[in-house]
């Protein structure tokens, strides 16, 4: 027995979805092109026939209550289905189509190029859009169903998300190699106290979206000398040869940010007694519906990424110490 639904039903969850994302029934209606009386009039709508409050309203500002955190992962799983299923039967005979979207880090998009292009040539049908993003990017892209999963690297578990781990990667400190640090090949963490440090800066500016000093290098003992903040791996590398301090980047970003130059000059120490592997894999939403082409996409790189600690095939030291 199939219940019948009013043939607005779906629109309305359309109008609590964005307006959940956002935080503003004004920026769901410029999102949807609707007026916001409208989108006002569907999460109305839809807190009558559930017979529940979706939102706390207190001075011109909406907080999702616990049954609209509810409702939204149900929207979010409810639509995945459907675009699952029409993809599903638009695709006659195993003909695979439609669209299929990732969120990934560049490191990680770099080392996807060869398989992504491969699929498409054996799935010619199949419409592949990647956005590169940051980790907390990939993470809300993935937890909001903006895409269908993401690619990335994380030192913590994300919430609503799971990790497929395919491959990690140790923390490295990369300096100048001749500089008058004084440090060991396994530095600890009071041989990073006074160092100048070059930090990963996200591209609002205001938080660094950096693994490490997000938690760990924050967490320690003695603050940090942060001289220069940069929203590039190669830029830090870059400033790095200047002399202008030193950097943490982990083998993976190492690996993906040293080109076009001559990077003998530096060195890179491992930090892992202390630090946090990255671990690398495929990040998927909780209780995920994938259409498809995101499934078939997803088993492709599952099968032919590399799994196991990463080994970088250059590095801009000639040797990493510690590391033999």
């Known amino acids: 027995m199939i219940e019948e639904l009013g043939g607005d039903f779906f629109q309305q969850l359309r109008g609590f979805y964005y307006t959940a994302r956002t935080g503003s029934v004004r920026k769901a209606a ?3 092109n609707r007026n916001p009386s409208t ?3 569907q999460i109305r709508q839809l807190e009558q026939q559930l017979d529940t409050v979706l939102f706390d309203r207190y001075m011109r500002r909406l907080r999702i209550t616990p049954e609209g955190k509810r409702l939204l992962e149900w929207t979010i799983s409810t639509f995945e289905l459907l675009r699952g299923m029409k993809s599903d039967i638009s695709s006659p005979g195993g003909t695979l189509r439609g669209t299929a979207s990732i969120s990934s880090n560049l490191p990680f998009s770099v080392m996807a190029v060869g ?3 491969a699929f498409r040539k054996t799935h010619p049908e199949v419409h592949i859009k990647i956005r590169r993003a940051l980790t907390y990017e990939v993470v809300d892209d993935v937890a909001s169903s903006r895409v269908d999963f993401g690619l990335t690297g994380m030192t ?3 919430p609503h998300c799971r990790l497929e781990e395919l491959f990690t990667a140790r923390p490295l400190l990369i300096a100048p190699r001749d500089n008058a640090f004084g440090l ?3 530095p600890g963490p009071d041989d990073l106290t006074g160092l100048p440090f070059i930090s990963f800066l996200a591209e609002n500016m205001e938080e660094s979206g950096d693994p490490y000093f997000d938690t760990s290098l924050r967490s320690l003992p003695h603050p940090l000398d942060i001289v220069l903040s940069v929203n590039n791996y190669h830029l830090m590398l870059r400033y790095v040869k200047q002399g202008m301090g030193v950097a943490v980047m982990d083998e993976m970003c190492l690996t993906a940010s040293s080109y076009g130059s001559d990077w003998s000059d530096l060195t890179a120490y491992p930090l892992d007694g202390f630090l946090p592997t990255v671990r690398y894999g495929i990040l998927l939403r909780e209780h995920k519906h994938l259409s498809p082409q995101a499934a078939a996409l997803i088993a492709k790189l599952r099968a032919e990424l590399p ?3 990463h080994n970088p ?3 801009p ?3 990493i110490p510690g590391s033999e």
Do not use: C, N
């Open 156 to 158: 913590t578990d994300a």
């Open 39 to 41: 989108i006002s009039w």
């Open 115 to 117: 398989i992504v292009s």
């Open 313 to 315: 095939s250059s590095s």
């Open 307 to 309: 799994h196991g600690p």
């Open 184 to 186: 060991p090949e396994r």
């Open 317 to 319: 030291a000639q040797r």
């Open 30 to 32: 410029q999102l949807m």
